[in-house]
């Protein structure tokens, strides 16, 4: 298995602009977490689901973010309009409650709004 | 609400000595504890969970309720334990608060 995968792992764009970044979690696992992390606040929970449900997103900062699951191997964290303080690395994680809630992260993709 | 406290950013210590990353957290029922450590170009992974009580890679970490501390330690840094290390709380919800995290550099 090749782990989680994200796409893509670098984002260089303009403010104004959409993004959208791409996870695929281990398969077979039932929940999926995306991250942000910044120098100033660390690493914090945006949203997570449990099969393909959204279930908590109180950490979206706000309605320019949106998050998508359409089946259990694909998610997408969408950021309209960008804005120069999204600049952030953003980590997909997935895990199964059969493997003693450890959490496997992807590699992250580094976003830069300029 | 849970919440977790590292508050030390920056740790530096020589080869050969003794290493403790300090944690703190708030929770109102009993969490599960972890540390997760991100080593230089690599992805964040776990290290260990207090459920399990091992030493991995020589660090060790015991939960103190009493002081709702969860501190790791390493009686001897390694160069290769230089990373990045997140202490973090899990509540029923499976859902992870993370520290701010602690750069640990090991100097030869």
């Known amino acids: 298995d090749a782990g989680v995968i994200q796409s893509p792992r670098h984002e260089v764009t303009e403010m104004g602009q959409e993004v959208t970044l791409r996870c695929k979690p281990i398969s077979g696992h039932d929940y999926l977490f995306w991250y942000r992390q910044t120098m100033m606040r660390g690493l914090e929970l945006l949203i997570y689901f449990n099969n393909n449900v959204p279930i908590d997103d109180s950490g979206m900062p706000e309605d320019r973010f949106s998050a998508k699951m359409p089946n259990a191997s694909f998610s997408t964290l969408k950021i309209q309009p960008s804005e120069p303080r999204d600049s952030a690395v953003y980590f997909c994680?997935?895990?199964?409650?059969?493997?003693?809630?450890?959490?496997?992260f992807g590699p992250g993709t580094r976003l830069t709004v300029t | 609400a849970q919440r977790v406290t590292q508050p030390e950013k920056l740790l530096s210590v020589f080869k050969g000595a003794p290493v403790e990353l300090k944690c703190n957290y708030s929770?109102?029922?009993?969490?599960?504890l972890f540390w997760y450590v991100q080593y230089s170009r690599q992805r964040l992974q776990l290290l260990l969970r207090?459920?399990s009580r091992e030493s991995i890679k020589g660090f060790t970490a015991d939960l103190n309720k009493g002081e709702t501390s969860f501190h790791l330690k390493k009686p001897f840094a390694q160069e290769e334990d230089s990373a990045m290390y997140y202490c973090?709380?899990?509540?029923?919800?499976?859902?992870?608060?993370f520290g701010a995290g602690t750069t640990v550099t090991v100097r030869a």
């Open positions: 929770y109102s029922g009993s969490p599960e």
């Open positions: 973090a709380l899990s509540g029923r919800d499976y859902k992870l608060s």
């Open positions: 994680a997935s895990s199964s409650i059969f493997r003693n809630d450890e959490q496997y």
């Open positions: 207090h459920i």
